[in-house]
């Protein structure tokens, strides 16, 4: 019989962390979730054991590196193992251009973005191995593509990219794998909306508002179904790789 999953998940407590962290409880996984809403938090962890898993929850901020120690702490005292990461949580702000933008705050986005993700791994890395486990960092388009007053999340989303390369050259026995989810209806996107007027070009903030208006967001749930997949079944093989929710080789994946 194969042990129960278990999956350390980031950025759990709305949108498409809590999304994911449902989809995997229904796939039968255990869980440690964070996230610094306790409340929120909470609320999702019952909905996983409501489907027949178990959930513990690590409020904190992920960017500070004893989260992520208390995380794989509770994994290994809970459960004794850990077969998946996914660092999904994420911040968007400062939106400024690079010249103008606040040196503490891009500190603050690359905390969580990468510095979070390096905190999750390093602490998870023991268990991991012993699992021959995966690593899934939530990315974005936006690693690849420059948008104007995004210079923090784009540059942290982009070294999230390298992260997940590097990691594949280092951890033979891990599979990593940076994620691309997408347009997701979500409150970065609200965010991006509300936030971006007359600080982001306006063909650029109009794009996003678009989105909206057009129905052109994902709902959370479709794009968590292929994010559990690639941290239960991606193969070895992907090791390294930047992988779309919607590539063909992703959905079938799923379950």
């Known amino acids: ?3 129960t999953p278990v999956i350390l998940l980031s950025g759990a407590s709305r949108g498409l962390g809590a999304a994911a962290a449902i989809e995997a409880a229904r796939q039968g996984a255990n869980l440690v979730l964070n996230a610094r809403s306790a409340d929120r938090l909470a609320a999702v962890a019952a909905q996983c054991r409501a489907l027949g898993g178990e959930a513990l929850t690590v409020p904190g901020d ?15 005292d809970a459960f004794g193992r850990i077969d998946a990461v996914i ?11 690079v010249a103008q933008a606040d040196l503490a705050a891009w500190e603050t986005n690359w905390r969580v973005n990468l510095l979070g993700a390096v905190a999750l791994l390093q602490a998870s890395l023991p268990l991991l191995r012993k699992s021959a486990g ?3 960092l939530v990315s974005s388009g936006a690693a690849i593509h420059a948008y104007p007053t995004w210079g923090a999340y784009c540059a942290s989303k982009a070294a999230l990219n390298h992260l997940a390369a590097v990691l594949a050259a280092e951890e033979p026995a891990v599979t990593t794998v940076a994620f ?4 997701v209806d979500t409150d ?3 965010q991006i909306r509300q936030q971006g007027a007359g600080v982001m070009p306006p063909d650029l903030h109009a794009k996003f508002l678009a989105y909206q208006r057009e129905g052109r967001l994902q709902p959370p749930e479709v794009v968590a179904r292929p994010l559990v997949a690639v941290a239960l079944r991606a193969p070895r093989a992907w090791s390294g ?9 992703v959905q079938k994946l799923l379950v």
Do not use: S
């Open 188 to 190: 970065m996107q609200a």
């Open 134 to 136: 995966r690593a899934v």
């Open 87 to 97: 660092h999904n949580a994420g911040v968007l702000p400062p939106i400024a251009p």
């Open 62 to 76: 992920i960017g500070a590196p004893e989260t992520a120690r208390r995380m794989a702490q509770a994994a290994a």
């Open 241 to 249: 790789e930047f992988v779309a929710y919607y590539d063909e080789k």
């Open 1 to 3: 019989m194969n042990p």
């Open 180 to 183: 691309r989810p997408g347009i």
